[in-house]
């Protein structure tokens, strides 16, 4: 299929001390008629059903990683999906849910910390739940996963293809070959930006690291998000565009990009 229609929507722009402005980390992509969801983190169902998208329309969920702040709002969408099924008696298409090694038994282990297991396995194979180890094609689209490094969790950036376009999403990672692995020549790059330059943390990204790295892969756009309050006063776009002279944006909740 050519000439796809894409857009990403930032749901949220956050991490863990999210606020009104910077929901938790949640990114919206749209294929022509598919809804694909990156990461649920605080506020995901809230954002969606702000921008008028009900969130039982999503087709995909990939996980970058399985820490909460990127994860919190995963069980009360499925919960969503069960109560359609069970109280109201509504059809939903099948949804499928993909993320680094241990994804099954992850939502496992949330099932039954929120006693929910047997409302949501009663959803049967209209819910699955997958480990993507390698490159994968969809209607219309491909995903790539590149392992990176993010302290002791599996965690995944992924490279969505779609009719020579290019879109790739961190998660959270550190300055390491998998996400410069993955970001070479994006259109649009959506980069972990934890932190301002001066700060070396090696679990997330600074806006040096980003620069540096958006330059040698030969990004198109990069779109600073994971935004932490530490770095609300600062430039981050300039300090980026220091070491790198494409496109720099910083990620707002409910922000469009076409790409």
Do not use: W
């Amino acid at each position: 299929m050519k000439n796809n229609k894409i857009k990403i929507t930032i749901l949220g722009s956050g991490s863990f001390p999210s606020d009104l402005e910077h929901y938790g980390p949640s990114y919206l992509l749209e294929i022509n008629d598919k809804r694909v969801l990156v990461d649920c983190g605080m506020g995901t169902n809230f954002r969606l059903i702000d921008l008028g998208i009900d969130p039982d329309d999503i087709d995909y969920i990939f996980l970058t990683h399985f820490h909460s702040d990127h994860t919190t709002e995963l069980v009360p969408l499925l919960m969503r999906l069960y109560l359609k099924i069970a109280i109201y008696n509504i059809k939903i298409s099948p949804k499928e849910i993909y993320g680094p090694k241990g994804t099954p038994a992850f939502i496992e282990t949330l099932k039954g910390a929120y006693y929910h297991k047997k409302h949501i396995d009663s959803m049967g194979e209209q819910i699955r739940y997958r480990e993507l180890e390698d490159k994968k094609s969809f209607e219309g689209f491909s995903v790539t996963p590149f392992s990176v490094q993010h302290l002791d969790v599996p965690s995944y950036a992924y490279r969505f293809e779609i009719d020579g376009k290019t879109v790739v999403f961190s998660g959270d990672t550190s300055d390491c070959e998998g996400i410069k692995k993955a970001a070479k020549d994006a259109d649009v790059f959506i980069a972990d930006c934890s932190f301002h330059k001066g700060i070396d943390v090696p679990v997330h990204l600074n806006t040096k690291q980003i620069g540096t790295m958006a330059k040698e892969a030969k990004v198109k756009k990069v779109i600073l998000s994971h935004l932490l309050p530490s770095g609300y006063d600062k430039d981050l776009v300039s300090e980026v565009k220091e070491t790198f002279d494409g496109e720099v944006v910083l990620a707002r909740d409910k922000m469009e990009i076409e790409v």
